[in-house]
């Protein structure tokens, strides 16, 4: 049932509620105040039907097991207390001692309840532990991004792919932002997310789960995972980092990108079209189609042209993988009266100072 009928039916539910109080005047009161009562009792429902649907099934059927049990045991309580105690407050207690057994055997049973084995029993709990380990939760940088939803329409995100409430309210802020760049991310991330709700071959959730006690939204992430047993997927690098200590999964789409780019080993010839000039003398920089840049000794008057380039080394980074090669063809200095090829050392005296950069 999606949020809104969800809503819908609670309100429905609320209503009833108040009518029967406001006809059945209960505890002979008014009929404005019994309305009331009907209403507030209606709301306790919701609460704890609320509160019910965060908890696990292993703790549900914990907390059942429990509670029947506890009232079993008041039963026979009562039973006996009936038949040897003779009291007037023999209703009291016998009342007393079901609530006080209910209480513990929901109390006990839903924190022993994780305890269970549900993958033993087969059948419908069979599924249970393998349904939860697919899940994917997906962070706001990873919906405004939008490469999500290629991967997603390729097959490549199985399971159950889950958008929490409190992410589509930072992404609507986002979207309703005064910074027309902001705004632009955050309709282009709402665009993502019907484009991947259209996606027939994929299960879509929006949860509501919420952590009222945790104020930024990559800390509920990471305890919606961990209440969950799924993976945040996501291009943030410190909420990878947090949620890696924290010991819950992570599928980075930065680090998917970077694992998937071209392989090349020093002495291959590649083709690249030079794109404009390097910062160091002679040099020429041309980009691959996934983005990695190459850096061309010798290919400074060799820009808006396609050229074989011999790879010299590759340098990986963090901030991805860069490529240095070197044009083999004669170049001319920018007077055009020197045919000096660039130094020998330019291309190592170019790795050295990434490398430095890289490091600080």
Partial sequence: MSLPDLWIVRGAFLAVFSL?????????????????????IGVGIIIFEIRLRRMSLKRLIGAAAGSILGIVGAFLMSQMLHEGLKTESLAFLELGILLLMWYVGLVVGAAKGELLNLGALGGLFGGDKSSKKSYKILD?????????????????????????????WELQLVADSADALK???????????????????????IVENDYPKVKEVDLKLIELAKELDGKIVTNDFNLNKIAQLQGVSVLNINELA??????????????????????????????????TMVVVDNARR??????????????????????????????????????????????????QKVEQTAGR
């Fill in 258 to 291: 970077n694992s998937l780019k071209a392989v090349v080993l020093p002495g291959e010839t590649m083709k690249v079209f030079i794109l404009k000039e390097g910062k160091e003398y002679n040099q020429g920089v041309a980009y691959l189609d996934d983005g």
């Fill in 20 to 40: 029967l109080g406001y006809h059945l005047r209960p505890f002979a009161l008014e009929p404005i105040p019994a309305a009331a009562v009907g209403l507030f």
């Fill in 302 to 351: 060799q820009i808006s042209k396609t050229i074989d380039v011999s790879v010299t080394s590759v340098l990986q980074t963090t901030a991805g993988k860069m490529i240095f090669g070197r044009y083999e063809g004669k170049s001319q200095s920018d007077d055009g009266n020197d045919d000096r090829p660039a130094p020998l050392s330019r291309g190592s005296h170019s790795v």
């Fill in 183 to 205: 705004r632009n991310r955050g309709r282009r991330g709402l665009d993502v997310l019907q484009r991947i709700q259209k996606m027939s071959h994929l299960e879509v959730k």
């Fill in 140 to 168: 706001t940088s990873v919906i405004i991004d939008g490469r999500i939803a290629d991967i997603a329409e390729i097959g490549f995100a199985d399971g159950v792919i889950i958008v929490p409430q409190f992410v589509l």
